[in-house]
């Protein structure tokens, strides 16, 4: 059932729903999210590093451009590195995240900052300035119940920035069942541009933008895309890269192997086309992900 209308909506793709009048994808049957391994939180290879205090730098720029300075809480903040860097700018940082193998590597500076849960949050009874969700609402069982929940931690005026996966990408029409973002069971909900916004209008929120601009991770996911496609081996670049291949000990030397053998004789060739093309995506609304910019009505 939709998570926002609960209507049965159209079947789109294998284990997937379309609800036309809430424009949003949906997991069908909807069962229970996986979680991620353990190991998905481990540390980090250099490659990823460098991507990612890249990453964290322009999602900071993208709230401080909302919000000078405050108070925050991050939904779904993993092991804490976006916290980590608004901490060290000066932000009074909050954050939630369920899965105890992301809680157990926090730093020391986040400990007990970070709730189990929603109602923990709720429970401690702060308000905030910003309210940040990355690649998380695509996660929860009701995500405009979330939204609700989470605009009532926000003081009157408060911004809230979102980023999801777009369903309406190119990406995700190229790469069907081996679109990088589609990760059932663990992702529930796929939401479209307008999906997005109108989840935000209905939980009570002012929408201020709805864009595409996320060049580094849009990139990435349209050559992980292009890669499964190309090598079936669904994406092997990325737990390379990210975990050093920490989630295939199971492999053997020979798998693995050959698993590099395809994805650098094929990478040389569609990295160059993806870079190129992703621009050209986010100007025509289709590329691989999407945020929204909304503040809460006073």
């Avoid at 049965?8 to 009048?21: H, Q, Y």
């Avoid at 779904?76 to 976006?82: K, L, N, R, V, Y």
């Avoid at 900052?113 to 990355?134: I, Q, Y």
Wanted: proline share 6%; hydrophobic share 40%; charged share 25%.
């Amino acid at each position: 059932m939709c998570p926002f209308c609960g209507k049965e909506g159209t079947p789109c793709m294998e284990g997937l729903r379309f609800c036309p009048a809430c424009k949003v994808g949906f997991a069908h049957p909807a069962g229970s999210a996986g979680d991620y391994y353990p190991e998905y939180y481990g540390e980090l290879g250099p490659f990823s590093r460098a991507l990612q205090e890249r990453w964290l730098s322009a999602k900071r720029r993208r709230i401080e451009s909302l919000v000078p300075r405050g108070r925050v809480l991050d939904f779904g903040c993993g092991s804490g590195a976006f916290l980590r860097v608004l901490q060290e700018a000066g932000w009074d940082v909050r954050g939630v995240e369920p899965m105890e193998a992301a809680r157990a590597r926090l730093c020391a500076p986040l400990r007990g900052k970070v709730h189990p849960s929603l109602e923990a949050a709720e429970e401690e009874g702060l308000r905030f300035d910003a309210v940040t969700l990355w690649h998380s609402l695509e996660h929860v069982p009701d995500p405009g119940g979330a939204l609700r929940r989470l605009g009532g931690l926000l003081r009157g005026g408060g911004a809230l920035y979102a980023a999801v996966p777009n369903f309406e990408s190119l990406e995700r029409r190229i790469g069907g069942t081996q679109w990088f973002s589609l990760d059932i069971p663990r992702h529930r909900t796929h939401f479209t541009p307008e999906g997005l916004a109108r989840a935000l209008s209905d939980a009570g929120f002012a929408v201020e933008s709805v864009r595409q601009r996320a060049f580094t991770y849009d990139s990435f996911a349209l050559l992980q895309t292009l890669l499964n496609k190309a090598t079936g081996d669904r994406d092997f670049l990325y737990d390379e890269l990210k975990r050093g291949g920490s989630m295939r000990r199971s492999w053997s030397r020979f798998r693995r192997a050959g698993a590099w053998v395809r994805t650098l004789t094929a990478a040389p060739f569609i990295l160059p086309a993806a870079l190129a093309a992703v621009p050209l995506l986010q100007a025509l609304g289709i590329s691989g992900s999407v945020e929204a910019a909304a503040r809460k009505k006073p």
